[in-house]
């Protein structure tokens, strides 16, 4: 797989951009894609997202007080836990490892002096250079491959973090986590840290793999389950209630955001981010141009690895009923799914617009996801 963040900002368009929250590049789209040309606008970082998540959700992620011990010595930063992964502060990691640690005056760049090796690294950015050499700042490591996660490197007050796993594989420090309760605890280098040492956090957290707002559907609807899309235990496809999209933008956004388990980004956005920067879809709406735009990072039925990830399609099934109707919305959702798995056919509509139902649609294939532009009913896509 070949993960690389795509930018879709071109001045002459009149479309309002989507954020890329991280790819998935399926192999079947390893050739070259015209880009279509879009404007510009906000982009949200994984750090902004996670502030415009649930505020239930982040009080029980902050209640659990998590702990980092390097070489026997408990640190004074504590690990934080975002979107299900725990970060690390690198000054002190790296520091209490007896490797040289200097931030630049910028605050958002950090160097790390390893093996008389340079790492650089930036807020932001999920990658980090090597005596000048790019390489992922995470990965994900299983019997046959090795995946870049697209993880970024995060500041929390002036300190900069990065995932746990990453002292690891960038400096070969060792590393383990514990979890008691709900509070994590990082041990990097000596691991001979004691049981009654480790933090302890015993109130009911839900779980970062499968959020408690998927366990049960807000409109008490479901979606019949799909062999080829399996969810972890626990969890069923919801189905949305209403029959479709209002005339109304900002109703249709709170459809996505009270039906389906979308995060409410703003009055004309909202996304759906399993958390995990590999598999998301985002549905925004030019007030413009009267449009809609929605962009949809592949998802991942490969087995059990990424589960929660296999949410996505059901979404993105329901969104095309609320758009086109069940019959219509069915049928796009056919051929988007189609394309996605490299059918040559299919993929002739792609880049071109067509007309579903009574609405005109241009799918926008890119290296690492679709972005499809969707007209309101019985109105021309401006594009």
Same mark, same amino acid.
């Given at each position: 797989?070949?993960?690389?963040?795509?930018?879709?900002?071109?001045?002459?368009?009149?479309?309002?951009?989507?954020?890329?929250?991280?790819?998935?590049?399926?192999?079947?789209?390893?050739?070259?894609?015209?880009?279509?040309?879009?404007?510009?606008?906000?982009?949200?970082?994984?750090?902004?997202?996670?502030?415009?998540?649930?505020?239930?959700?982040?009080?029980?992620?902050?209640?659990?007080?998590?702990?980092?011990?390097?070489?026997?010595?408990?640190?004074?930063?504590?690990?934080?836990?975002?979107?299900?992964?725990?970060?690390?502060?690198?000054?002190?990691?790296?520091?209490?490892?007896?490797?040289?640690?200097?931030?630049?005056?910028? *605050?958002? =760049?950090?160097? %790390?002096?390893?093996?008389?090796?340079?790492?650089?690294?930036? /807020?932001?950015? #999920?990658?980090? @250079?090597?005596?000048?050499?790019?390489?992922?700042?995470?990965?994900?490591?299983?019997?046959?491959?090795?995946?870049?996660?697209?993880?970024?490197?995060?500041?929390?007050?002036?300190?900069?973090?990065?995932?746990?796993?990453?002292?690891?594989?960038?400096?070969?420090?060792?590393?383990?986590?514990?979890?008691?309760?709900?509070?994590?605890?990082?041990?990097?280098?000596?691991?001979?840290?004691?049981?009654?040492?480790?933090?302890?956090?015993?109130?009911? *957290?839900? =779980?970062?793999? %499968?959020?408690?707002?998927?366990?049960?559907?807000?409109?008490? /609807?479901?979606? #019949?389950?799909? @062999?080829?899309?399996?969810?972890?235990?626990?969890?069923?496809?919801?189905?949305?209630?209403?029959?479709?999209?209002?005339?109304?933008?900002?109703?249709?956004?709170?459809?996505?955001?009270?039906?389906?388990?979308?995060?409410?980004?703003?009055?004309?956005?909202?996304?759906?981010?399993?958390?995990?920067?590999?598999?998301?879809?985002?549905?925004?709406?030019?007030?413009?141009?009267?449009?809609?735009?929605?962009?949809?990072?592949?998802?991942?039925?490969?087995?059990?690895?990424?589960?929660?990830?296999?949410?996505?399609?059901?979404?993105?099934?329901?969104?095309?009923?609320?758009?086109?109707?069940?019959?219509?919305?069915?049928?796009?959702?056919?051929?988007?799914?189609?394309?996605?798995?490299?059918?040559?056919?299919?993929?002739?509509?792609?880049?071109?617009?067509?007309?579903?139902?009574?609405?005109?649609?241009?799918?926008?294939?890119?290296?690492?996801?679709?972005?499809?532009?969707?007209?309101?009913?019985?109105?021309?896509?401006?594009?």
């Amino acid at each position: 797989m070949n993960m690389e963040k795509s930018n879709f900002i071109n001045s002459t368009s009149r479309f309002v951009a989507i954020i890329i929250i991280s790819l998935l590049m399926l192999s079947a789209f390893l050739v070259a894609i015209p880009k279509k040309a879009v404007a510009s606008t906000t982009f949200y970082s994984l750090d902004e997202m996670f502030i415009k998540t649930s505020d239930a959700h982040k009080r029980q992620v902050l209640q659990a007080s998590h702990s980092i011990y390097v070489n026997g010595e408990k640190a004074k930063v504590n690990p934080i836990v975002r979107n299900g992964q725990v970060y690390v502060p690198l000054e002190i990691s790296v520091e209490g490892m007896g490797d040289k640690y200097e931030l630049t005056s910028s *605050e958002n =760049n950090a160097t %790390v002096t390893h093996d008389n090796s340079q790492y650089d690294f930036t /807020l932001a950015n #999920a990658m980090v @250079k090597v005596d000048g050499v790019k390489e992922h700042l995470h990965v994900k490591k299983s019997k046959r491959t090795t995946t870049p996660t697209g993880l970024k490197t995060i500041m929390i007050g002036s300190d900069l973090f990065v995932p746990y796993e990453s002292l690891n594989q960038l400096f070969d420090y060792e590393v383990s986590l514990k979890k008691r309760g709900t509070a994590y605890t990082v041990i990097v280098g000596t691991q001979n840290i004691k049981e009654d040492q480790l933090s302890t956090n015993l109130e009911v *957290e839900e =779980n970062p793999y %499968v959020p408690n707002k998927w366990k049960e559907s807000p409109t008490g /609807l479901y979606q #019949a389950l799909n @062999k080829k899309y399996p969810l972890p235990e626990g969890i069923k496809p919801f189905k949305g209630k209403s029959k479709a999209f209002t005339k109304d933008y900002k109703k249709n956004i709170n459809i996505l955001a009270n039906e389906l388990g979308f995060e409410k980004l703003a009055d004309d956005a909202a996304i759906l981010n399993p958390y995990s920067t590999l598999n998301s879809i985002m549905v925004s709406y030019s007030t413009k141009h009267s449009d809609y735009s929605v962009q949809i990072n592949y998802w991942n039925a490969g087995g059990t690895e990424r589960l929660i990830d296999n949410v996505t399609p059901y979404a993105f099934k329901e969104i095309s009923r609320l758009f086109f109707g069940t019959a219509k919305g069915n049928e796009f959702y056919n051929l988007i799914e189609k394309g996605a798995e490299g059918n040559a056919d299919v993929y002739k509509k792609f880049n071109k617009t067509i007309k579903v139902g009574n609405r005109e649609v241009y799918v926008n294939a890119l290296p690492s996801s679709l972005v499809i532009y969707i007209s309101e009913p019985n109105k021309k896509l401006k594009l």
